[in-house]
């Protein structure tokens, strides 16, 4: 059975302070990782998709990366409006779904 | 391009009701999926719909069932509501494209008295 887990749970900064999320996953036959943002009471917000070992993403403050078993979100200096659940899915080869971890709740501090 | 919507925002009902969710796709996207997203954990897979028919379906009771429309919005019904129901229940679309992404609304609250 698919499996992600992400940890840790939650994360408090300080702010500029970087750090990493981590993702795990066991799937067979991966079409794609996927990470989402999401703000208390809204849909996920769509931030990068992976597809294969090695393949690196930036966008402003936000770097994913992914190896065979894991994937990371790295935030370089981040700022209060980082402060956010970010939530880890994957795809496998068959199908359209989505399988979710229970996400990272990141807390920045001014 | 306007993005995914859904209706209501919130919605209170009582055990044993019937619901109704409704979900209009992002402009040029074909399949909707629909996510239940209980509180602290990770949205789950319900099912998906294309060209108006189910195309995959998660561990869900019959009881969920969904339809989709020609103009590729969708319903969610759920049937003899339980309280484990209370969730945050998301609809996702995407194109045809095989590795194009989910893009999600901002969900409907459901709590179940």
């Known amino acids: 059975e698919d499996q992600v887990t992400q940890s840790p749970e939650a994360l408090r900064l300080q702010e500029g302070e970087s750090s990493s999320l981590n993702c795990s996953y066991t799937v067979s036959g991966l079409r794609g990782l996927f990470w989402y943002r999401q703000d208390p009471g809204k849909g996920p917000e769509f931030l990068f998709t992976l597809y294969s070992a090695g393949e690196e993403k930036e966008k402003e403050r936000l770097k994913a990366t992914l190896t065979k078993k894991e994937s990371f979100l790295h935030i370089t200096a981040p700022k209060p409006e980082d402060s956010a659940t970010y939530l880890c899915a994957v795809r496998k080869s068959s199908g359209d779904k989505l399988t979710f971890g229970t996400g990272t709740r990141l807390a920045v501090r001014p | 391009e306007t993005g995914v919507t859904q209706s209501p925002t919130h919605l209170i009902k009582t055990r044993g009701q019937q619901v109704t969710l409704r979900c209009s796709s992002q402009s040029g996207h074909n399949t909707v999926s629909w996510y239940q997203q209980a509180l602290g954990q990770g949205p789950q897979f319900i099912f998906q719909?294309?060209?108006?028919?189910?195309?995959g379906r998660g561990n869900f009771p019959p009881r969920f069932s969904g339809l989709q429309f020609p103009n590729y919005s969708s319903e969610l019904n759920v049937n003899a509501l339980e309280l484990d129901d209370s969730a945050l229940y998301l609809c996702?679309?995407?194109?045809?494209?095989?590795?194009?992404?989910?893009?999600f609304g901002p969900g409907t609250r459901l709590t179940v008295l």
């Open positions: 996702a679309s995407k194109d045809t494209s095989g590795d194009s992404e989910q893009f």
């Open positions: 719909y294309y060209r108006e028919e189910e195309n």
